[in-house]
Nanobody
Framework: QVTLVESGGGLVQAGDSLRLSCAAS????????MGWFRQAPEKEREFVTS????????SDARFVQGRFSVSRDNSKNTLYLQMNSLKPEDTATYYC?????????????????WGRGTQVTVSA
């Protein structure tokens, strides 16, 4: 089982950038597909992006539109999400998660381990 802790959230203005991190402990990080999800108030948790265990393949939600970039450093057991050109509609709690499935896994149910989330607030 892998334990995940997100960091890097905060309050920014529209157009700004943020880099989220997800530190993993326990066994299995380097063999897991990793994903980022987000959940806005009164909305369902939604897929943002995922990256394969090797880091060679990624999958993005349509709304990412090239603004976000996922990466990982398996030597540091850390996952990253670089977010550029942030918009007010990106405001949400962002979660990292680990999945035994492939990088094409985009459903919440595909992911077995979750962090507690980090809040991102984008002001207009």
């Amino acid at each position: 089982q892998v334990t995940l802790v997100e960091s890097g959230g905060g309050l920014v203005q529209a157009g700004d950038s943020l880099r989220l991190s997800c530190a993993a402990s326990g066994r299995g990080f380097s063999s897991r597909t990793m994903g980022w999800f987000r959940q806005a108030p009164e909305k369902e948790r939604e897929f943002v992006t995922s990256i394969s265990a090797s880091g060679l393949s990624t999958s993005d939600a349509r709304f990412v539109q090239g603004r976000f970039s996922v990466s990982r450093d398996n030597s540091k057991n850390t996952l990253y999400l670089q977010m550029n050109s942030l918009k007010p509609e990106d405001t949400a709690t962002y979660y990292c998660a680990a999945s035994p499935r492939s990088v094409t896994a985009t459903d919440v149910e595909d992911y077995a381990s979750w962090g507690r989330g980090t809040q991102v607030t984008v002001s207009a």
